[in-house]
């Protein structure tokens, strides 16, 4: 079954879209504006896998072209969070030629980017199937993409951790070490933030999960603990609290996250599916 992710209305991505394609075209596409001067004609292409992989960014890529001319028709051949093989066509559009080729580089480079995540985000996820610990996403993103990049992730099968700092708070060794330790930290946060929002707080060994458990923290994170002591810290928050959430984060690999996930925690925050994916090649071909 495949996965699919929720993208941000238009009202929120259509002004970056328009950012990157002001960027590419600039003061105006010179080769295809001086080749299709007079009459603008209607033409065909295809887009066309060369590599497999999970695609993903479809919708955003035939949004692309329709900021160009509102009248391209796209038809995604291959639906989001599917697999393609080398070969294979990815997607099929008519339209003016003009938004065709002014299109073409901004669309395919997002989908590209977008399917790369969405393929290692799904080899991450295949690993954990069967196990009830989840994949989520972090911060690390490319600035300016992050809407779409955590997108992609949720079409390889992983959820979202917080988009922002304004989501949620996490306190992190930093926060501790500025506040002076979890508890004043915690203390002084509850005092400020909003009623919903949840406190998750960063630990890095079974004192500060003792600690994060005395002051009630809604979401407890193992940050690079040894499995054996992150085994026991499991054991420990469940038999405080088993409504508490425990994430485990910190240099999660192929090799390593099923074993993580194994000893008993609901979320593996990693980076990865993100910052170590590779584009999928995609071609246009105009026929």
């Known amino acids: 079954m495949r996965n699919v992710g929720v993208l941000p209305p238009w009202l929120v991505l259509d002004q970056l879209l328009h950012s990157w394609l002001i960027e590419d075209v600039g003061r105006g596409d010179r080769t295809t504006q001086s080749l299709i001067c007079v009459d603008v004609k209607e033409g065909q292409a295809k887009w066309i896998a060369k590599a497999p ?3 993903a960014g479809l919708p955003v890529a035939a ?13 995604a051949i291959i639906p989001e969070g599917e697999g393609c093989e080398p070969g294979q066509t990815i997607a099929e559009i008519n339209g003016s030629l003009d ?3 002014m299109g073409e580089r901004v669309a395919l480079n997002l989908a590209m980017r977008l399917s790369g995540i969405a393929t290692l985000t799904r080899k991450y996820t295949e690993l954990i199937a069967d196990l009830p610990a989840k994949l989520v996403d972090t911060r690390k993103t490319t600035p300016g993409l992050r809407l779409l990049e955590k997108y992609a992730t949720q079409v390889g099968g992983a959820i979202n951790h917080r988009m922002g700092l304004d989501d949620a708070v ?6 501790i070490a500025a506040a002076g330790g979890i508890r004043e930290a915690m203390a002084r946060i509850r ?3 909003p009623y919903p929002l949840t406190i998750e707080v960063e ?3 079974l004192e500060q999960v003792k600690e994060a458990l005395q002051h009630e923290a809604d979401i407890i994170m193992l940050d690079n603990m040894p499995l054996d002591m992150m085994r026991e810290a499991v054991h420990m928050i469940r038999l405080e609290n088993e409504r508490i959430k425990i994430e485990a984060s910190g240099n999660i690999t192929l090799d390593t996250i099923r074993a993580v996930a194994q000893t008993g925690v609901d979320y593996i925050s ?3 599916p993100i910052t170590q994916s590779k584009w999928l090649d995609l071609s246009m071909k105009i026929s």
């Not at 949004?63 to 038809?75: I, P, S």
């Open 53 to 55: 992989g999970v695609i």
């Open 63 to 75: 949004r692309v072209f329709q900021l160009l001319n509102a009248k391209v028709c796209f038809e």
């Open 99 to 101: 938004a065709l080729l």
């Open 170 to 175: 996490m306190i992190k060794d930093n926060h």
């Open 191 to 193: 005092k400020q933030i």
């Open 203 to 205: 630990t890095e060994s």
């Open 270 to 272: 990693s980076s990865a």
